[in-house]
Each structure stands twice: as C-alpha cells, then as structure tokens.
C-alpha cells in the first residue's frame, strides 16, 4: 500500500509509437499539447492527506540537517517554483552546482535532474534530503524529526502503515508536488480561444514548431528527454565544466547530454541552463538557435519566441502552493474550490 501515489496527471500524451510516426512524417515536429489543472477534487480522502502532509514538509526547514533550508528555500512558489538565483544556496551558505529548476511543472517530465538521474518524482525527493550541499540530513534525523512534528499528518495520509519511513516523506512530497502545475493562456489557445494570445505571440508558436519541439514537446513543453547540448553546434567551451549525463553513466556519447527542460513558466524563472549562466531569454534562444540547431534568428524572430514563451506563464499560481494555505481540519472542508 504504501508505494500508492496519486495518478499522475492526466497530460494528453502522444504514445512513444505516434511520436515516433509523427517524427517520420515531420522531422524536426513533436507536437506541444494543452493540458488540465489538477484537479483536487478528484482524489480521495487518503490522497488529499499525502497532498496535505506534502505541502507541510515541502516548507518545512526541519527537513534539513540544522533546520535551515526547506524544498521551498530553492523552490519557492512566489518565483514560480525555482529561486531566480544562478545556482542555489543550500545548508550552511553551500552554493549547490546546478541551477534549480521549477517544480511547478515536475509533474510533467517524465525524467528530474538536469542529467536525468531521477525517474520519478518520488526517487527525486531523498536527493536534495540527504545531499550535503543542500539539506545536509541523515536518514535517521529525518525520521526523528518527522515523527514528532507531523504524526498526526502521517497517519492520516498513510493510514495504518507503520512509520515513519523515507518512502512516505518521498511520496507525500511527490503527491504535493503533482498538484502545482497551472495552465497558462497557451492551453486556452490550444484548446481553441485564438484570441488567447496575441498575434506576434502566434507567429512565434509557428517559429517554436517549426524549430524547437523536436525537443521541447509534449503538455510539459520539454521534460521528456534527453539531447546533447550543442547537438549541431559544440556548445561553448567555457560552458563546458558539467558534463550532464555523462557524470551519471560514464559513457562518451552522454558527454553534454543533459535534460530538455519544461518551458511552462520559463519567461519567470531565469536565470537559465543549467549552470545559471544566461540572463536573457533572447540570449537563451540565441544558444539554442546556434548550437541546437545551426541557424540564427532574426531580432523579430527572437522577439516574436519571446512572446510565445511568456504565454506559457501560468495565469495564477495554485493556492496551495503557498506557505500559508490552510485547508482545515477534515476532508469535507479541505477540498478548495479550486479547479
Ligand atoms: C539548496 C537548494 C535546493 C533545495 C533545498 C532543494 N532543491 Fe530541488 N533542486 C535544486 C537543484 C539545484 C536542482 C537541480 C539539480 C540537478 O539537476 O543536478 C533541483 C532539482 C529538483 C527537482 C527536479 C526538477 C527537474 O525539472 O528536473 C525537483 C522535483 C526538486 N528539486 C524538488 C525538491 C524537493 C521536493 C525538495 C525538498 C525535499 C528540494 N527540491 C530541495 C535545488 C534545491
Ligand atoms: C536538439 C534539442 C533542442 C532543440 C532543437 C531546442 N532545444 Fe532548447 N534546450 C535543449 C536542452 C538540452 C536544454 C537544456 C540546456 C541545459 O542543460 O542547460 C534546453 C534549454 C532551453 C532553454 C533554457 C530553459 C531553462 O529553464 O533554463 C530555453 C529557453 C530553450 N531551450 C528554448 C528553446 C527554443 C526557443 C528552441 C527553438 C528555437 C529550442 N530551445 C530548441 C534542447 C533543445
């Protein structure tokens, strides 16, 4: 029972064999889909528990080794899930390696990590717990800390399970975090309100399908692959001190492949790559232009993936993703209005 997570959110997905078929047809075409807002009402009693819990330890510091450094800490809601920071500060001032990116929109990508080494959201959560640069806990100063602060919680969300174990605090964190995707004015446009979005916005879709959604496809707009960085063009050598998947698997072809990011909220949550190291999102598509695809844009062009990208900005951001959202005491009460 206690590998149960809530279903993953129902995102129109293309089957691997009709993205495949598409991709004969279309070289160089995914295709980039709407999505639903997940829905709370929707889950059960059990469920809404682990969404509940997973919202309390999100924020919580106690997580970390000396109680100074929540999930929220990196990936705080009024920066649409990331931190605005080049690389982040973990535990003690550590200044973590990569970027963080959003978990607005974790639940998805069918891979996490910038090099991919995650699976499941679930397998992605006991990383930054128990990494020394960035909660700096052990697995026994979690479970003291969890027990005492969130039993009531615990029981309500693992009912009858025996705890606390690492695996509930992972899948009450994972069920949390499948509940902050937020559609933006580009699912509207999708789902067919043309007007949704502006014109020089549609022009810039047109440039983004014709060029980008080989890799940056699906509800999540990216998180569902792995490419080379600078798979036309070698990326710059000075950008070059991480290496991506390469670090993880040791084989030469992994050198420079690293995870193709969502771009749902991604005009919000620079600075950008991996590294941090870009500031402008014209920059960005400058790079991705040169070295993805060996091209250049004209300055209308780069304006009008501008535009298209700010679309993607989710038009409010769920109520439960702030600190003080309080849905009271029992489940009747706890499910919000919300859509
Ligand atoms: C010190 C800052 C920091 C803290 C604290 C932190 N993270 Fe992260 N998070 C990051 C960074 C940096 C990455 C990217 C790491 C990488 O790819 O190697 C990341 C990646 C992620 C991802 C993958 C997203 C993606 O698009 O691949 C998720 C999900 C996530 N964190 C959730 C959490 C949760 C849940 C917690 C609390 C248990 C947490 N993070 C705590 C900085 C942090
Ligand atoms: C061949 C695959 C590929 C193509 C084509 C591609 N990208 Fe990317 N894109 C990536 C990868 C991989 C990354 C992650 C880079 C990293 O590790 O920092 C990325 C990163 C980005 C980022 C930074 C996101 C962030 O959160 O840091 C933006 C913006 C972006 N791409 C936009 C575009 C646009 C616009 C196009 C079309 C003009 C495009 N990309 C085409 C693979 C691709």
């Keep these: 029972m206690s590998t149960i997570v809530p279903p993953r959110l129902p995102a129109r997905r293309l089957t691997r064999p009709a993205l495949f078929v598409l991709a004969l047809a279309f070289p160089g075409c995914g295709e980039v889909e709407s999505m639903p807002n997940p829905d709370p009402s929707k889950l059960d009693a059990v469920e809404f528990a682990r969404v509940r819990l997973g919202h309390g330890l999100f924020f919580d510091p106690g997580l970390s080794g000396v109680g100074d450094v929540s999930c929220a800490s990196c990936h705080e809601p009024a920066e649409f899930g990331a931190d605005g920071l080049a690389r982040s500060e973990g535990t003690g001032g550590a200044i973590v390696r990569r970027n963080a990116p959003s978990v607005f929109n974790a639940a998805l990508k069918t891979r996490q990590f910038w090099d ?20 700096g806990q052990t697995e026994q100063g979690l479970l003291e800390h969890v027990g005492q602060a969130w039993a009531q919680q615990l029981a309500l969300a693992f009912p009858g399970e025996p705890g606390p174990t690492v695996e509930q605090v992972t899948v009450a964190l994972a069920s949390y975090q499948q509940m902050l995707p937020r559609r933006s004015r580009f699912d509207r446009f999708v789902d067919g309100d043309r007007s949704a979005i502006s014109r020089e916005a549609r022009r810039g879709y047109r440039i983004f399908r014709r060029n980008c959604t080989d890799c940056h496809d699906g509800a999540g707009v990216g998180g569902t692959e792995y ?113």
Aim: proline content about 8%; hydrophobic content about 35%.
């Design 116 to 135: 991919g080494r995650a699976q499941s959201l679930e397998e992605q959560a006991s990383g930054p717990l128990f990494a020394v640069d960035e909660m």
């Design 227 to 339: 490419r080379k960085l600078g798979e036309d063009v070698p990326w710059p050598r000075e950008r070059r001190e991480d290496l991506g998947l390469f670090e993880v698997t040791g084989d030469p072809d992994d050198t420079m492949v690293f995870m193709v990011p969502s771009l749902r909220n991604v005009a919000e949550t620079g600075p950008w790559f991996h590294d941090g190291s870009v500031e402008s999102l014209e920059e960005a598509i400058e790079l991705m232009a040169r070295h993805q695809l060996d091209r250049s844009f004209t300055s209308a062009q780069v304006g009008a993936l501008v535009s298209f990208l700010e679309t993607l900005t989710a038009e409010d951001v769920q109520p439960w993703a702030y600190e003080d959202w309080d849905p009271g005491p029992t489940f009747e009460d706890d499910i919000p209005g919300e859509g």
